[in-house]
């Protein structure tokens, strides 16, 4: 299993934490999310491998944006 973190700007709270992780679980191979708004960090786990566009666009839908670390 592969996991990628992602650098997330604009998340404060736990609701922002659950935006992100709904669209981001949403993305098709993502395996787990784990999503911490005080960081700003999202990692990502697949078995085959996810297209960081895909999860940037996930992310850009919960209102969000975010660069791969």
């Known amino acids: 299993m592969a996991t990628i973190e ?3 700007t ?5 609701h922002c934490e659950r935006a992100v992780t ?5 993305v098709s191979g993502v395996s787990t999310v784990a999503v911490s708004a005080g960081d ?3 990692q990502v786990s697949s078995e085959a491998g996810v297209q ?3 999860i940037l ?3 850009e839908e919960a209102g969000y944006s975010a660069t791969r670390k």
């Open 6 to 8: 992602y650098q997330v």
């Open 10 to 14: 604009g998340m404060t709270c736990e």
């Open 22 to 26: 709904e669209e981001v679980t949403k």
């Open 40 to 42: 700003g960090v999202l």
């Open 52 to 54: 960081d566009d895909d």
């Open 57 to 59: 666009a996930a992310v």
